[in-house]
């Protein structure tokens, strides 16, 4: 009595798909990491984020029969990156305009004695 590891398919089981927003997910969290550095990939990053969450829970719903969540992951994970990255500029060039302000000599600069 031999069991098979691979489960058996009913013969109207749909055939698995791929998702078709997985490389859309892809995509945006690529954009988002090489624009990241410019803060503007703070858009694409986010989006990518919001339609991975959008497309986990189609191929959850579809129960094994839709492919494509190593695309979603990468995505993801590209996306998170660029998210970091706008922030680190962001936060690089808030501390180089704070220490330009430091050096700039503030005020109108009077003579001694002058009321």
């Not at 892809?26 to 990053?45: E, M, R």
């Not at 129960?63 to 979603?72: H, P, S």
Request: glycine fraction near 14%; hydrophobic fraction near 50%.
């Amino acid at each position: 009595m031999t069991t098979s590891a691979v489960p058996t398919r009913h013969p109207l089981d749909p055939e698995p798909a791929p998702l078709t927003k997985a490389r859309a997910v892809f995509a945006l969290g690529l954009i988002g990491l090489l624009t990241g550095p410019l803060v503007g990939g703070v858009i694409p990053a986010t989006l990518a984020l919001l339609m991975a969450r959008q497309t986990h829970r189609q191929a959850y719903a579809a129960g094994g029969y839709l492919t494509g969540g190593a695309w979603i992951e990468r995505g993801r994970r590209l996306a998170w990156i660029g998210l970091v990255l706008a922030a680190t500029s962001l936060v690089v060039a808030v501390i180089a305009g704070l220490l330009h302000l430091a050096t700039v000599p503030g005020g109108q600069d009077f003579a001694p004695g002058t009321d």
